[in-house]
């Protein structure tokens, strides 16, 4: 069967019609014609794949990755990125305009990514066995099947030289995958790196690895920071497990991050584009309507980057982080900065902002929740609170807008930004502006 596909989805998916339902079809884009194979329904939709595409896109490209097609975690790699900016937008806009009636004129030009390959600053990639060798690679979108990835275009390059660099020592070491039953082996690799230097984090069952191993690894010029993670809970959501060995090196990875000296420890979070972060950061700043503020709160604030950028506007900040790691290295930065009027709580963003709302007036405050967005808590603190100012930073549309929906009873949208952080993905960052209704 021929279909022509209409729009893009929220995924990256070509979107044709079949019986007045939507059928999703990955790696098609709009205006081409494609035959599908493989039609599934599932109730209100089908998904179908493609056969052959009968009339191409102009603005479809050669990916500029080999193993595109089979590791498919770069679901627009074959549009042309200026097109990948635009398809960006529509989607934002759609997906506001679905949930929270907001019309798609109220949003901003896409800010494009300087650097659309070899952006990543981090790999958390799982660990399997093919042909004898531990190998790294990805489980495809929505399975569990394993699919070996020789190279990534969107790796910082140096994270795929330490990546294969620390596989070779692993394999010279006869190291395994993760065997769920013996609870040994290795799960998964970690490699985060900034300005030349990586931290290294081994994922895996309750091993006791070799003095001769870590220093193996420790030879490596690049690495700086080694650990280890026991993670035996069969399916974890988390990457990491609960109990971390720090093997050798420094406990933090340094670096510079818009003048600023940072460290980090590897479960704490950092947005993935370390160049584009600094951009979505000064934008944010630049909301600011000039005036000086007596309290910002930054939930979700990780190791407080955000805080670091928005000090010298008010007289304190006050960053709410769940992870403990994150909490520390906030307050070892502010420390290192010499910035005083910065602070972090360790806890739940809306228990802590519920308590700190009742204490004191907050005059703005900045949330950068994970993909679920801000939960019921959250939102109804928000609506009960006399907070003026909101800036709302989302990296997904979906929930940004149901959560502007519920906003919207006592808040005004004033600015929508988005910005490209995950170039060749369909992952959408974007920085909302919102001030309290009189
Ligand atoms: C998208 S990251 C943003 C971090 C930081 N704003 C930045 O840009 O680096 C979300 C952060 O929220 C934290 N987090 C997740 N759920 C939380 C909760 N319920 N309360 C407080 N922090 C939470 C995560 O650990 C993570 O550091």
């Avoid at 019309?103 to 896409?110: A, F, L, N, T």
Wanted: aromatic share 8%; net charge positive; proline share 3%.
């Amino acid at each position: 069967m021929r279909l022509k596909i209409e729009k893009m989805g929220i995924n990256g998916e070509g979107i044709a019609y079949y019986q007045k339902k939507p059928v999703f079809i990955e790696g098609a884009l709009p205006q081409e014609l494609v035959e599908i194979k493989d039609l599934q329904g599932y109730g209100t939709y089908y998904k179908a794949r493609i056969e052959k595409i009968v009339k191409e896109s102009r603005d479809r490209i050669r990916p500029a990755c080999a193993f595109a097609h089979r590791c498919r975690a770069c679901s627009m790699m074959h549009l042309a990125y200026e097109k990948q900016l635009k398809a960006k937008r529509d989607i934002l806009a759609q997906t506001l305009m679905k949930y929270a009636k907001i019309e798609p004129s109220r949003i901003e030009e896409i800010i494009a990514n300087e650097q659309p390959l070899h952006y990543r600053n981090q790999c958390k990639l799982p660990l399997q066995m093919e042909q004898g060798k531990l190998c790294s690679g990805m489980y495809l979108p929505g399975s569990n099947y394993f699919a070996s990835v020789k190279n990534c275009v969107i790796h910082d390059p140096l994270i795929e030289t330490v990546r294969k660099e620390v596989l070779h020592i692993l394999n010279k070491h006869g190291i395994k995958a993760y065997d769920y039953h013996k609870k040994s082996g290795m799960r998964s690799l970690i490699i985060r790196t900034f300005q030349g230097k990586c931290q290294v984090t081994l994922v895996s069952g309750e091993d006791v690895l070799t003095q001769e191993l870590i220093a193996d690894l420790l030879d490596c010029e690049a690495i700086v920071s080694l650990w280890q993670s026991i993670n035996t809970v069969k399916k974890s959501v988390d990457v990491f497990g609960k109990k971390m060995i720090f093997l050798g090196g420094a406990k933090q990875l340094r670096f510079l991050f818009g003048g600023y000296r940072m460290q980090i420890n590897p479960r704490s979070f950092f947005q993935l584009n370390t160049k584009q972060a600094e951009v979505l950061y000064q934008k944010a700043a630049s909301l600011l309507t000039g005036k000086r503020y007596g309290t910002i709160v930054e939930a979700y604030s990780g190791i407080g980057a955000i805080s670091l950028f928005l000090h010298e506007h008010a007289d304190q900040v006050i960053g709410i982080e769940s992870i403990a790691d994150a909490v520390q290295n906030a307050h070892a930065i502010a420390s290192l900065n010499h910035i005083d009027n910065v602070k972090f709580v360790c806890g739940d963003a809306a228990e802590e902002l519920t308590y700190l709302s009742k204490k004191g007036k907050i005059d703005l405050l900045v949330v950068d929740p994970p993909r679920s967005g801000l939960d019921y808590a959250m939102i109804g603190t928000l609506l009960q609170s006399k907070i003026q100012e909101i800036i709302y930073i989302s990296c997904n549309p979906a929930t940004l807008g149901k959560n502007l929906d519920l906003l919207q009873q006592r808040y005004e949208v004033k600015t929508i930004i988005p910005i490209d952080l995950f170039s060749q993905t369909a992952a959408i960052e974007a920085i909302v502006h919102l001030k309290r209704k009189r």
